[in-house]
């Protein structure tokens, strides 16, 4: 085939970097063979275009740029405000938000930039305010301590980890979880499904400064209308983390009561997954939380980096486009597709099935297997998962008793509802050919046999729909 300016980018960059150090050379190009041959159904990845991944490749991540656009605290930083603003406009676009905020790294860091956002309007001004001075250097030791006290004795109340939470929601490993005293609430254990009035009791009585809503592995919609009624019953800040749906937000798939960004006091998000964009986080709010959302650093972060929100703005400018919200919607589409067909072939599904980009399987009910034991077989075969608890999970969150599909790569691809029912396919072949390997004290939780040939198989079907649907078809390196 011709050589495309694509091909001609990475053979260029990667004879450059080998130049240097042949070892990281190899895995660049090693990483693309492997995303190549295998099945990507992790409902957090995707591929991002050669457009977004060329613009991280550039001299902007030789350049600090602390503070905001217009108002930093290094020289030379004209180019820099160029591309900050233009990714936080096309933000406010794409989303429809009055304020957005591009240079958190990663999701994690867009959550900690909303709790102190929060923790800073709600705690630090009224204590300033009410001691007399304007900045917390101007408070004296003891008043310091007293306010540190108080920004570190709040309370958070969110989504279970087994109920599709996340470990940054205010769990204890995670340092959300040693910030705040935290409390979850869960699911229906009939229905799989939130239980509002639930949710509302648990507000009413636990009275957590924020409640958080969003989710990283809850197969259904979610009301956001709702959430934000129980946070104003309380006098609760509501934050969403939408960073695994945001894609459907900005394809304009999930609306109303479903987007969260005209309920939410605040709202975060990741730019890669859903998004389709590089590696990063953002964060939306409306005007009365933008001035603390914007101090983010130095309040959460040290430098931006400019390569990476350049890159944002790529996957915004793209998500802006008409052909986005087709896209977004070819993901539930296909979710639906992929959930129906593994129900029609006996497995049991977390709620019965999905109606956003993920499907949780319940290996345990299912086939017999742990999370584990299901995820590497599923590898063995050509299909990249990854394990994921359960609500109740009896196998607890390492070995689980489930397994997290997404089909968000699969649909940037050009596979559609056809090709999920072979998906379908390959995936209960399967796993209805392995059993878990006997160990001293019964089953064992990680170690499994397959039935020979059957990995073989899945191998080969799974290479042939990469053929007819192949991953950078513009991207030749031989």
Same mark, same amino acid.
């Given at each position: ?84 603003? *233009?990714? &936080? ?86 340092? =959300? ?51 934000? =009624? ?43 997954? =859903? ?35 350049? &890159? ?32 029609? *072939? ?133």
């Amino acid at each position: 085939m011709p050589t495309t300016p694509e091909s001609a980018a990475y053979r260029s960059a990667l004879e450059v970097i080998g130049a240097v150090d042949p070892v990281i050379a190899g895995a660049i190009a090693g990483e693309l063979g492997n995303q190549r041959s295998q099945l990507k159904l992790i409902a957090s990845e995707n591929y991002a275009s050669p457009a977004v991944l060329l613009a991280m490749g550039n001299w902007f991540s030789d350049k600090y740029a602390e503070g905001t656009v217009g108002h930093r605290f290094y020289a030379g930083c004209d180019y820099v405000d160029v591309v900050e603003g *233009r990714a &936080a406009a096309l933000a406010k676009q794409i989303f429809g938000a009055a304020h957005a905020y591009v240079q958190p790294h990663s999701g994690i860091d867009a959550n900690l930039v909303a709790f102190w956002a929060i923790l800073s309007k709600e705690v630090e001004a009224p204590a300033l305010a009410a001691a007399g001075v304007n900045h917390v250097n101007d408070l004296s030791p003891d008043a310091w301590e007293t306010l540190r006290g108080a920004l570190n004795g709040q309370r958070m109340l969110g989504m279970s980890l087994d109920a599709g939470g996340h470990l940054t929601h205010g769990f204890r490993p995670n340092i =959300s979880g040693k910030q705040f005293a935290q409390r979850s609430y869960g699911t229906d254990p009939t229905t799989g499904l939130l239980d509002y009035a639930e949710v509302r009791r648990m507000a009413q009585e636990f009275r957590p400064l924020v409640i958080v809503a969003g989710y990283s592995a809850y197969p259904r919609r979610v009301d956001f209308a709702a959430m934000r =009624s129980i946070a104003d019953e309380v006098g609760a800040t509501l934050m969403v983390d939408m960073a695994h749906f945001s894609g459907l937000v900005a394809g304009k798939v999930l609306t109303g009561d479903h987007d969260p960004v005209p309920h939410a006091h605040i709202v975060t998000s990741t730019t890669h997954k =859903s998004l389709r964009g590089p590696r990063g986080g953002i964060v939306l709010c409306g005007p009365e939380l933008a001035e603390f959302v914007d101090k983010g650093c130095p309040l959460v972060l040290g430098g931006p980096m400019p390569h990476v929100m350049a &890159a944002k703005a790529v996957a915004f400018a793209e998500a802006s486009q008409p052909s986005f919200r087709d896209y977004a919607q070819r993901i539930v589409d296909n979710a639906r597709a992929l959930a129906d067909g593994l129900l029609r *072939r006996g497995a049991t599904l977390v709620t019965g099935g999905t109606d956003n980009h993920l499907v949780l399987l319940d290996t345990n009910a299912s086939y017999g297997l742990t999370g584990r034991q299901a995820e590497s077989a599923l590898l063995d075969g050509g299909v990249v998962t990854n394990r994921n608890s359960i609500p109740g999970d009896p196998n607890g969150a390492w070995y689980t008793s489930g397994v997290r599909l997404g089909t968000p790569a699969l649909t940037t691809l050009g596979m559609g509802t056809a090709e999920m029912d072979e998906v379908a396919d390959i995936i209960h072949g399967l796993l209805a050919a392995t059993t878990p390997t006997a160990a001293s004290a019964g089953p064992s939780k990680a170690k499994y046999t397959t039935t020979g040939g059957v990995a073989d198989a899945a191998r080969r079907r799974a290479g042939d729909l990469l053929t007819r649907h192949p991953l950078y078809p513009s991207v030749d390196l031989t």
